[in-house]
């Protein structure tokens, strides 16, 4: 089964600046997505960001953007210019292309703190 | 309003009652999924449907039940709430392959 690991159960970044939210997966699969889902106070889970393992150019949605490292299984989102609105509990996910059923695996999150 | 939406949004239940969550989506998506979220696990999946009167387990499946007798609903049913299933659950929807949208969530409390 695959696993989705975020080791950092905390960060804070001071407005305007840059910080970067890890993510490691193990799977033995070579064909999969990977996410990054914004969850603010308000409990609503928001796409941010999304990968396929088949690119190998890096996803860019704005002010995010990801480092995939597919060999080493990593899965990194990069928040530049960092505003208050971006406070919020950050997951990753992933999910497999073979597999049935189009599940998702989550970590278990990353808290991101903006500090102005 | 399109989208999926989630009903009750808060609910508190005392230990042993029988527990249903409404999901319902106005996407006529064909997949639907219910996850609880709890700190320091995420999101873990309850179970999944792939169409009406399709349904299968996910990760966390004891002491759950749903049914989907119709494309756009998705309800799950505690049975007998215990003190466990105290958490916060999500529904989501999507096509095959594509991104899956969530609903607001339901923070249910059993005491």
């Known amino acids: 089964a695959q696993t989705v690991t975020q080791s950092q159960p905390e960060m804070s970044v001071q407005e305007a600046e840059t910080v970067t939210l890890s993510c490691t997966y193990d799977?033995?699969?070579?064909?999969?997505?990977l996410f990054w889902y914004k969850q603010p106070p308000s409990r609503q889970m928001i796409l941010v960001i999304r990968?396929?393992?088949?690119?190998?150019q890096n996803a860019t949605e704005n002010r995010f953007s990801v480092n995939f490292q597919k060999a080493a299984k990593s899965f990194s989102l990069k928040i530049s210019d960092s505003q208050l609105g971006d406070a919020a509990m950050y997951f990753c996910?992933?999910?497999?292309?073979?597999?049935?059923?189009?599940?998702?695996?989550f970590g278990a999150g990353t808290i991101l703190r903006v500090k102005s | 309003d399109a989208g999926i939406t989630q009903s009750p949004r808060y609910k508190i239940t005392e230990t042993g009652r029988q527990v249903t969550l409404m999901c319902h989506q106005t996407w006529s998506h064909s997949y639907m999924f219910w996850y609880r979220q709890d700190l320091g696990h995420g999101l873990r999946l309850i179970y999944y449907?792939?169409?009406?009167?399709?349904?299968d387990k996910g990760e966390v499946p004891d002491g759950y039940v749903v049914s989907r007798s119709k494309t756009e609903n998705f309800p799950l049913t505690l049975e007998s709430a215990t003190r466990s299933q105290t958490s916060v659950y999500f529904c989501?929807?999507?096509?095959?392959?594509?991104?899956?949208?969530f609903g607001p969530g339901t923070r249910l409390t059993v005491l």
């Open positions: 989501a929807s999507s096509e095959s392959h594509s991104t899956q949208f």
């Open positions: 799977t033995s699969e070579s064909d999969y997505y």
């Open positions: 996910a992933y999910r497999s292309l073979r597999e049935y059923g189009n599940k998702l695996v």
């Open positions: 449907s792939a169409a009406a009167d399709i349904t």
């Open positions: 990968q396929e393992a088949y690119k190998q």
